[in-house]
């Protein structure tokens, strides 16, 4: 079993940057593919970054490309998103997510596991 706590959110203007992290604990973290949802006001869910436990390779929605930067510590049990350009089209729950290494998050697989979420508003 694998707990994810997500902090960090926050309310932000536009162009400004905030970086929420995911506390990992249970299961050996860094045995994890990892990534990052969101969900905005309304609408479902969508995949936001994820990054590869074997290679470190990293994967972005198109949306978040060139802004967004996932990164994980594995001696921390973290994983990070470091948001910068804010829109506020960016506003939405963000919540952590692992799965198994076969586990293609950025592909469309689902996750074994899931924070509780935290809010990010971006006011224009």
């Known amino acids: 079993q694998v707990q994810l706590v997500e902090s960090g959110g926050g309310l932000v203007q536009a162009g400004d940057s905030l970086r929420p992290s995911c506390a990992a604990s249970?299961?050996?973290?860094?045995?994890?593919?990892m990534g990052w949802f969101r969900q905005p006001p309304g609408k479902a869910r969508e995949f936001v970054a994820a990054?590869?436990?074997?290679?470190?390779?990293?994967y972005y929605a198109d949306s978040v490309k060139d802004r967004f930067t996932i990164s994980r510590n594995n001696a921390k049990n973290t994983l990070y998103l470091e948001m910068s350009s804010l829109k506020p089209e960016d506003a939405a729950v963000y919540y952590c997510?692992?799965?198994?290494?076969?586990?293609?998050?950025?592909?469309?697989?689902?996750?074994?596991?899931w924070g509780q979420g935290t809010q990010v508003t971006v006011s224009s």
């Open positions: 997510a692992a799965g198994s290494i076969n586990k293609r998050l950025w592909a469309g697989d689902e996750a074994s596991y």
């Open positions: 990054i590869k436990w074997i290679s470190g390779s990293t």
């Open positions: 249970g299961r050996a973290f860094s045995i994890f593919n």
